[in-house]
């Protein structure tokens, strides 16, 4: 059978150029903003919180290997301070692959329904054990037991294999306490830049980039939008 198409043209695809929103998030100006970005952030935080925004504290973590080729994905931060930005993994997972050999990273929270995004660029480093011990010993029970149980990142052939082995460890911490993987744990991304952006109209977003200083303080520049 002769095939009419013309193997020129793209085997998929759609033009979404007219898909398009336009911000109207009120002004944000210097002077709305805290000198330490860490409380500034707590604040926008907050009002994600109060906002209908499902997941708040999901964020994309942007890693790079060891051929230097990007990768991103969604994990969920679990607490921040003065310190940082923490979130937990499994520690033979692409991402914890990509830390070990490249520490630098980035963070994206993506608010839609306040229409405002904070980027940050930093350091990834592990945390103590005891601290990822304290952590995980309040995740639900199923969380703890998944957390035995995935080889995040591998191959595998079916999900009934990793159903079979949830139950089965399952019931082999029954009536247990359920102790941390040692293939599991947590970083912390120590800031360097973090960025505030606040959706405007007509593409006129006002931002700004706090950048830390030798003494630990922090520089505030507007950037253009």
């Known amino acids: 059978m002769t095939s009419n198409r013309d193997d020129s043209l793209p085997r998929a695809g759609m033009d979404v150029s007219d898909l398009r929103r336009s911000a109207t998030g009120p002004a944000l100006e210097r002077r709305d903003l805290h000198e330490d970005p860490i409380v500034q952030f707590e604040r926008w935080f907050g009002d994600a919180c109060g906002s209908d925004s499902m997941d708040p504290n999901a964020v ?7 051929d230097h080729r990007p990768a991103a994905r969604t994990v969920l931060l679990k607490y921040f ?3 940082g930005f923490v979130f937990f993994t499994n520690l033979e997972s692409s991402k914890a692959g990509h830390i070990a050999v490249n520490a630098n990273v ?4 993506f608010w839609r329904e306040l229409g405002r995004q904070v980027s940050i660029r930093g ?7 005891t601290e990822t011990l304290k952590y995980f010993a309040t995740r639900p029970r199923g969380s703890q037991v998944g957390a035995w149980v995935s080889s995040q990142s591998s191959i595998i052939s079916t999900r009934s294999l ?13 009536d247990k306490e359920i102790p941390l993987p040692s293939f599991w744990g947590g970083y912390r991304v120590t800031p360097l830049e973090i960025e505030f952006w ?7 977003h006002d ?7 030798d ?10 939008p």
């Open 60 to 66: 994309t973590l942007s890693t790079v290997d060891a």
């Open 81 to 83: 301070d003065e310190r």
């Open 106 to 109: 980035a963070l994206l929270f």
């Open 123 to 129: 350091s990834a480093e592990r945390i103590p054990t």
């Open 162 to 174: 990793l159903e079979a082995k949830f139950e089965e460890m399952k019931q082999k911490f029954r």
């Open 198 to 204: 606040q959706g405007r109209e007509n593409r006129l």
């Open 207 to 213: 931002r700004f980039l706090y950048t830390r200083q």
């Open 215 to 224: 003494n630990d303080s922090w520089r505030i520049d507007r950037l253009a």
